[in-house]
């Protein structure tokens, strides 16, 4: 007859070696939204960011994982959905669908709102009363199971123009340029770019600080089609400076596209055929701007003021390192012979809007 304490032995075994029989009913799967969802992994940050994809982590050498950036994440469906109501709480989707929940992340989002309120050029859709969610799907903010790397990856987004604008006026437009440009090239009128991320002071403080300029647009190639885009520059320690540019859909949207000059045989198309351009520069301590359509083309120096921020106080970086340019968002830059074509006046060939 065996003992009692070769029973509590062969006890201890058991459950040693078969916790899955009891932690299966323990444990609860994996919510949906969290294992998949951008929203929750903030995966497109972390997949720029990085050292293997020529990323800010090349000039910084701090990895990802040492910086607040990865808090930048929606911890649990609470974050949007939680509401209360008599005194409890419960789960509301009016609580997620109102757009000033969608802002408090969005910053750029609320940035370029602003601009276009103070400016008098409301974007064209929230002008008519849209909200975010009448464009953007659940399957966006939720997942659907597959772990994303951006949302520039193709299937990561629903949304896009020709699932309301199905009808498209056979404008002179529209007929040249055939299935070359994305609607965003011609419709989207200005981007807000954030100059002079200080990279320091992130990590230091836990701030942002940052330089906005607006009231410009860029180019690039992205899903084989020419799409606006933005660009962004940071400041490292050691006086490195990093630059990116992106496909980027700014929520500042005209009914009426660009004008053909806009684009065509323009001062910026010029410079950058020289080989060079000048995107912002000092003028009595104010940061100054070109404005326009400005071309993203590989190999042109684009030239910006970098300055360092300490207490408070910006200070222009005597002779800065060359900026890193690194192409994101799966987005590349235009070609050469692309840039040629921009540079051909459309008025010479009698082609009207």
């Not at 939204?33 to 972390?46: P, Q």
């Not at 849209?130 to 790397?149: F, L, N, P, S, V």
């Not at 410009?216 to 400041?235: D, G, I, P």
């Amino acid at each position: 007859m065996r003992t009692f304490s070769s029973l509590v032995f062969t006890l201890i075994i058991f459950l040693g070696y078969n916790t899955s029989l009891f932690s299966q009913e323990a444990e609860k799967p994996e919510c949906f939204f969290k294992s998949s969802s951008l929203h929750y992994t903030a995966k497109g940050m972390e997949y720029w960011y990085d050292k293997s994809q020529g990323g800010l982590e090349t000039i910084t050498g701090v990895p990802y994982n040492d910086l607040g950036c990865k808090n930048c994440h929606i911890e649990s469906c609470d974050v949007c959905h939680k509401a209360e109501k008599d005194g409890k709480f419960i789960y509301s989707n009016e609580a997620a669908n109102n757009q000033d929940m969608c802002l408090k992340c969005h910053a750029r989002e609320a940035s370029i709102m602003k601009i276009n309120e103070k400016a008098n050029t409301p974007d064209v859709h929230f002008a008519a009363g849209m909200k975010c969610m009448d464009c953007h799907t659940a399957r966006e903010m939720h997942g659907d199971g597959i772990k994303y790397i951006s949302m520039k990856q193709q299937g990561a987004m629903d949304v896009n123009c020709e699932k309301c604008h199905e009808n498209i006026d056979k404008t002179v437009s529209h007929t040249i340029h055939g299935n070359k440009l994305d609607c965003k090239a011609c419709h989207v009128e200005k981007v807000v770019s954030c100059t002079n991320c200080h990279f320091e002071t992130m990590v230091k403080e836990g701030k942002r600080v940052a330089i906005p300029v607006s009231s410009w647009a860029f180019l690039m190639n992205y899903n084989n089609k020419v799409t606006s885009a933005n660009m962004q520059t940071f400041v490292a320690p050691g006086n490195k400076t990093f630059m990116i540019f992106a496909p980027q859909f700014s929520h500042s949207v005209s009914k009426k596209g660009k004008k053909c000059e806009d684009c065509h045989n323009t001062a910026n198309d010029k410079e950058i055929k020289k080989g060079t351009i000048k995107l912002t520069w000092l003028d009595s301590n104010k940061v100054k701007q070109i404005y326009g359509v400005i071309p993203v083309v590989d190999g042109v120096i684009f030239n910006s003021v970098f300055q360092n921020f300490e207490n408070g106080t910006w200070t222009p970086i005597i002779d800065p390192q060359p900026p890193k340019v690194q192409y994101v968002g799966f987005g590349t830059p235009l070609t050469k012979e692309q840039l040629n074509k921009l540079l051909i006046s459309q008025k010479s060939k009698n082609i009207k809007k």
